[in-house]
């Protein structure tokens, strides 16, 4: 028996493997990884919003729109970075240099700040995924995590972009099928290419597939995945995307994210009323009293973070309409509470512009029907550009403050 010896890099000589796959399809993960980086920035800071930062309620589809991109392009990653971990892995095997020396300390560096930055783009695409399915085998806050690790993992593919440039732009402008050497991993345009051998019909048949057929059937898979997942945001997708998670579909026109049972919402709530609350006034309103009052309808999208959203057509009383029974002056934010007793989304707040944009309500109907349980019966909050997180459902307290 062979005595056990760690590969080298030479042992996994296919012919396919090369920086001219490694960077073709390491442009799209890059543009992938880009867009995905700043839609979720952008996620953070509507769900976190900085003093400094005002959001506005409109375009009202913006948040539909910016976080159905970040959950695509994060899905699109999926492949490229399967088939570009693919293409570079014999790499990991190459000996360093065997004295200590600037060789030494540049290659340690170099394995490191790329193990960084395999690990974080893995951890990224692992637990978004998971997150989109709701699944969290994992003690850590999602949120919190999820958005730390982006900033190693850009932080680390800026570096990368930087260190790799000169081979990824020759890769680029060479020829895409030329042999390359294992050693330098440069191309080399003057060598005999393996494939002006034609391979003789049944024998070698698979010497028939080129870089560039590995290069497009990525794209295709990537494509795939964007098209086979994304009708749970895009409704002229819905009927081909066998793999999205969810429909966009659901009881009364929109899914379901919690149900009034997950959330512990008591099973009698005949007795609720709406508390409205400003400096020491209250007034307490029954569903019957509530629907009394003057009612607007909006077309407004849920926009769930996982990915899905879908539109609809509320009914209701514009918030700042409540605010006025109370007396709360212009300007005031509602703190919004649920009868929620268990989980997360309990509670929300209403900065100014969306109190006082017409189009946030307090709603008790959705397309055209009186809420389900599981909608958020007997009041809910619908606002423009909002994440799904803060359309509070099971609303009983709103309290404006200054
Ligand atoms: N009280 C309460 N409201 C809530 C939630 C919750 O868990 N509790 N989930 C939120 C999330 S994450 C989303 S996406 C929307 C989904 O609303 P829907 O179930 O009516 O589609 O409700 C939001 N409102
Ligand atoms: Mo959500």
């Not at 060789?103 to 700040?113: G, I, K, P």
Request: net charge neutral.
């Amino acid at each position: 028996m062979a005595a056990f010896r760690l590969p080298r890099v030479e042992d996994f000589s296919h012919r396919l493997r090369g920086p001219q796959v490694t960077s073709r399809v390491g442009v799209w993960l890059g543009v992938a990884f880009g867009v995905c980086f700043l839609t979720g920035l952008w996620s953070h800071v509507q769900q976190t919003t900085p003093g400094w930062l005002t959001i506005a309620p409109s375009p009202a589809w913006l948040y539909r729109a910016t976080q159905g991109i970040h959950i695509i392009t994060g899905t699109a990653a999926v492949p490229l970075l399967l088939i570009k971990l693919w293409s570079v892995f014999p790499l990991f095997f190459r000996r360093p240099p065997r004295a200590p020396s600037r060789a030494l300390l540049v290659d340690t560096l170099e394995r490191l700040s790329i193990g960084v930055l395999i690990a974080a783009a893995i951890f990224q695409l692992t637990t978004g995924l998971l997150n989109v399915v709701q699944w969290y085998p994992w003690e850590f806050s999602f949120r919190a995590t999820h958005y730390a690790v982006a900033w190693v993992a850009i932080g680390a593919l800026l570096l990368h972009i930087a260190v790799k440039l000169p081979i990824i732009s020759s890769a680029l402008r060479g020829d895409i099928d030329a042999p390359v050497d294992p050693e330098t991993r440069m191309p080399d345009d003057d060598a005999v290419r393996d494939d002006d051998v034609v391979p003789v019909d049944g024998e070698d048949a698979d010497a028939m597939v080129s870089r560039r057929d590995l290069v497009r059937a990525t794209g295709v898979a990537s494509l795939l995945a964007m098209v086979l997942t994304a009708g749970q945001t895009v409704p002229w997708l819905r009927n081909v995307s066998f793999l999205a998670v969810r429909s966009g579909e659901g009881p009364q026109g929109v899914p379901i994210n919690r149900t009034a049972r997950e959330a512990g919402i008591p099973e009698d709530i005949s007795g609720w009323t709406l508390e409205l609350v400003w400096d020491g006034t209250s007034v307490s309103l029954s569903r019957a009293q509530l629907e009394a009052l003057p009612q607007s309808d909006h077309t407004l999208p849920i926009a769930c973070v996982e990915g899905w959203s879908a539109s609809a057509l509320w009914s209701g009383i514009p918030v700042h309409d409540l605010a006025a029974i109370v007396g709360a002056p212009q300007g005031c934010v509602a703190r919004v509470q649920s009868l929620q007793t268990r989980g997360a989304f309990g509670s929300s707040e209403l900065p100014e512009q969306f109190v006082a944009d017409e189009r946030t309500l307090l709603a008790l109907t959705i397309n055209g029907e009186t809420l389900s349980a599981d909608h958020g019966f007997p009041s809910r909050i619908i606002a423009p550009n909002r994440p799904g997180v803060r359309q509070t459902k099971w609303v009983n307290r709103m309290e404006f403050v200054v």
